[in-house]
């Protein structure tokens, strides 16, 4: 099953910005309902106003090398355009919902967050 996922994207300069790239690992991988539902929460956080750019994706068709991981279900990129929007994010209501309602659906989740020097 192919998803089609809608990227929103709001224009900024990636240099100045805090990059929060999550990694998600479903409980039931085989499970595209469990995917979509992941997929449905993750969508919803755009509604998060310290939120600059949100794009929502699937392990890409890349040459398997061995630095590449492939083996996540679902990921997650943000932008913000200081540390505090982020930190204000991390506390925001629609952010804790979606923990709440969602976490039931991966058994791992890998967090990097990235700015330039």
């Known amino acids: 099953m192919k998803l089609h996922i ?35 929460g993750l969508r919803r956080l755009k ?12 392990p890409a068709s890349t040459p398997v090398r061995e630095v590449i991981d492939h083996s996540y279900d679902v990921s997650l990129l943000l932008t913000f355009k200081s540390i505090e929007d982020h930190n204000i994010y991390q506390e925001h209501p629609i952010h804790q919902e979606f923990i709440e309602s969602c976490a039931h659906l ?9 700015q330039s020097e």
Request: hydrophobic letters at 40%; glycine letters at 4%; aromatic letters at 8%.
């Open 106 to 114: 991966w058994k791992t989740v890998r967090v990097y967050d990235t």
């Open 47 to 58: 509604e998060a106003e310290t939120i600059k750019s949100i794009h929502i994706g699937m």
């Open 6 to 40: 809608t990227t929103i994207t709001i224009p900024m300069q990636v240099q100045d910005a805090l990059l929060h790239h999550v990694f998600f690992w479903l409980k039931n991988p085989a499970s595209g309902d469990d995917r979509q539902k992941l997929v449905h």
